[in-house]
């Protein structure tokens, strides 16, 4: 009590100062946990060669150099950019049809909705090891395996029921005046979506490309089995840097590295329209 | 009403005439419009209105009678489940929103959150495939009859909730439409906004002669804004007339409970031998209404501006006890129980719940509560008894039973009109 009136008002406890720490402590060991493999991604990745080996793992190198990276890129590259040819349609896509579809299904109602939405999500429960013989199949009468289109085609497919249900989630929380108002304003169904509902839902866009463009570039099944080797994603590319014979370690590490830069990419980029507030204004005071 | 005169409201109202174009108005026929949503609720039942071209016609209802849902109706955001709507002389009850020729203020205002001012209000011109120099030329016009030019280029959230408002009113006058519907726009403003509001969207609406169907639940705003005043009640329409006809002929017990502010006081009387008694007070009817031959038990409605401190002018007479007293300034509110049962119908429970201010809880339940509006010097004292007199000639009597009002039955100044 005495203290109150010399330090600035705070209620606390008065254990909180070690609670505090303590906490902090736990939170750093778990951080440092979580960043083991990375560590030793960054170092192996930047060692000489003839430093690489198993038992010296955890050191960290006598000079950093950045020559792994340029001698494997140029093996690397190909299927970095089939992925990158892959992955961006694919999300964009995917992330547009799952807009309309979430619109459709949360603010321009039809009958029989509310039983085509449970389908709709029943399909990110599907396995993909069990669809991955017919759907090879199919592609193949439809000569779409082999390049990369019928593998952008599975994507878009794939993720149609995680992107509706994003958006369908984020739609449901708008007014629905806002999306009458459009109306008598004289949109038709396509420019309420277009130019009312889409715009509103930017944070929604986000973590719909987010999600579409990490988990279509980190497939590896698909790619292995629909693309043959011109059209290889970076991942199938990669798992044969890093499957030869003698693994070298250092190659992997900086491959695997570079392979990872476009999702992290896409994560700060996107991220910031996490931001929340977009709905403002909308509605009175 | 005053503010209609005030300077900064009559300036913006001469350029309005200049700049928008007026078209010929037409009107509005509902007929047998019935709502029922998917569940059961019957949102509207049997609803038949016309409204006439230019008119200004004010829906009013408690809450939940159905008055958002009638707007909606006539915009095309909701089918009717039965009858037919016409605007001018084409029947729209199955168009769409976008083909029907009315705007629409929403009750949240509704603004595009992502779009300027200037898109906001450009916006259903843009839908309607006007171009961008004659869209810019009639927003920039609106938003100067508004008082908005500063602020085309800002998004809303940047806009206080008369601004919002503003915009949201400018969105609907710039397409020009034949019809404006207006649900509850002036709801969340201050009350002193409120006011000036009012009387700006009167001036409007003289300058633009659009048809209009304004809801609100704010009698006040009915009986200021209205030409005519629609009275629903869970769906029905009770009472279409004048705000005057309205307050002086109401036709049932809920309408005259509802209309009025503070509202009617009612009492249950018995009427024998040419006159109505309750608590000891005797009032004649007159000789030539029905109700003066037979005996009945009425309602009787009695208005607080109808009541009066006795002046021995053979009024008949009340003795009373205040039991509160309210003083607004430059008149008085004299609240008192009356020795005689209570209404306790069903429609002055609706219409007194709607308007949330119920003195009567602070008195006796079980007795009728009566409040009179005397001028600001009568010599009142909460607890000191008085002698109140009644205007007889200003009584509303009501069919116990049904709720109807008996006024045809006693009055003969009102003639056949109205109903
Ligand atoms: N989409 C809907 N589905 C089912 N019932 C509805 C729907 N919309 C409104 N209702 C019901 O219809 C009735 C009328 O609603 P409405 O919104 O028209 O009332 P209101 O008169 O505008 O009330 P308020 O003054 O509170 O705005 C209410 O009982 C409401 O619960
Ligand atoms: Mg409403």
Redesign the interface.
């Known amino acids: 009590m005495k203290t109150a009136a010399e330090a600035p008002t705070r209620i606390r406890s008065r254990w909180s100062a070690y609670v505090t720490t303590t906490r902090y402590i736990v939170l750093f060991a778990l951080v440092c946990l979580f960043l083991i493999p990375v560590y030793v991604l960054l170092v192996t990745a930047m060692k000489d060669p003839a430093q690489v080996s198993p038992s010296r793992m955890w050191q960290l190198p006598d000079s950093f150099s950045l020559d792994t990276f340029g001698a494997v890129w140029p093996v690397l590259e190909p299927g970095f950019r089939n992925s990158v040819l892959m992955a961006v349609p694919a999300s964009i896509i995917s992330s547009l049809l799952g807009a309309a579809n979430g619109f459709v299904l949360a603010k321009w109602r039809f009958p029989g909705a509310d039983i085509v939405f449970p389908l709709i999500l029943f399909g990110m429960f599907i396995p993909y090891q069990a669809i991955l013989i017919p759907m090879r199949e199919l592609l193949t009468d439809w000569n779409l395996v082999g390049g990369l289109s019928g593998l952008i085609l599975v994507h878009i497919i794939y993720g149609l029921p995680i992107t509706t249900l994003i958006f369908r989630s984020y739609f449901v929380t708008i007014?629905d005046?806002?999306i009458?108002?459009?109306?008598?304003?004289?949109?038709?169904m396509i420019?309420t979506l277009a130019?009312?509902a889409l715009?509103?839902a930017l944070p929604a866009f986000a973590v719909s490309m987010i999600w579409q463009f990490t988990s279509a570039w980190n497939d590896f099944l698909f790619g292995l089995v629909l693309t043959s080797t011109n059209s290889w994603p970076v991942t199938v590319a990669l798992n044969n840097i890093a499957g030869g014979q003698v693994v070298p370690f250092h190659e992997a590490m900086a491959s695997a590295l570079l392979a990872s830069i476009p999702t992290l990419l896409v994560y700060v980029l996107m991220g910031r329209f996490f931001m929340r507030?977009?709905?403002?204004?909308?509605?009175?005071? | 009403m005053s503010e209609k005169t005030s300077e900064n409201q009559a300036a913006p109202a001469t350029t309005l005439t200049a700049a928008i174009s007026t078209r010929e108005p037409v009107g509005i026929r509902l007929e047998n419009v019935s709502k029922r949503f998917r569940g059961g609720v019957e949102a509207i039942k049997d609803v038949t209105l016309a409204v006439a071209p230019g008119e200004f016609v004010v829906l009013v209802g408690p809450s939940g009678c159905g008055k958002s849902t009638l707007l909606r109706v006539l915009a095309g955001l909701e089918e009717v489940s039965s009858g037919r709507i016409h605007i001018g002389d084409k029947d729209v009850t199955t168009q769409l929103p976008q083909q029907r020729d009315v705007a629409m203020v929403f009750q949240s205002y509704a603004l595009y959150p992502r779009m300027s001012v200037r898109g906001n209000i450009g916006f259903g011109l843009r839908m309607r495939g006007i171009g961008k120099d004659e869209r810019r030329r009639r927003v920039e016009e609106v938003a100067q009859v508004l008082g908005l030019e500063h602020l085309l280029d800002r998004r809303p959230a940047a806009l206080s909730g008369g601004q919002r408002q503003r915009v949201a009113m400018g969105r609907a006058i710039v397409r020009e439409p034949q019809v404006f519907l207006m649900d509850e726009p002036l709801s969340n403003l201050d009350a002193k906004l409120r006011v000036s509001m009012r009387a700006q969207l009167t001036l409007l609406h003289k300058r633009l002669g659009v048809t209009t169907v304004y809801v609100t639940h704010d009698q006040t705003e009915a009986m200021t804004l209205g030409q005519r005043v629609a009275v629903l009640r869970d769906g029905v329409l009770q009472q279409v007339d004048t705000p005057q006809q309205l307050f002086h002929h109401p036709v049932n017990l809920f309408v005259a409970a509802f209309i009025g502010s503070p509202s009617m006081n009612f009492v249950h009387a018995t009427v024998s031998n040419g006159a109505a008694s309750f608590a000891g007070v005797r009032i004649p009817v007159r000789p030539d209404s029905p109700l003066a031959r037979g005996d009945r038990k009425v309602i009787v409605g009695v208005r607080p501006t109808s009541l009066s401190l006795a002046s021995g002018n053979g009024q008949p007479e009340l003795a009373v006890t205040p039991a509160i007293v309210e003083d607004l300034g430059d008149e008085r509110f004299v609240i008192f129980d009356v020795d005689a049962p209570r209404v306790d119908t069903e429609a002055t429970r609706a219409a007194v719940e709607a308007q949330a201010a119920d003195d009567a809880l602070l008195v006796p339940l079980d007795r009728a509560t009566f409040t009179a509006r005397l001028p600001a010097g009568t010599p009142v004292t909460v607890g000191e008894p008085i002698t109140v007199a009644l205007d007889p000639d200003r009584l509303h009597f009501f069919d116990p039973a049904t709720g109807a009002s008996l006024e045809e039955a006693t009055s003969l100044t009102r003639g056949a009109s109205s109903r």
């Open positions: 007014s005046e806002l009458d108002s459009a109306q008598v304003d004289g949109a038709g420019r130019f009312v715009p509103i507030g977009l709905m403002a204004g909308a509605l009175k005071g």
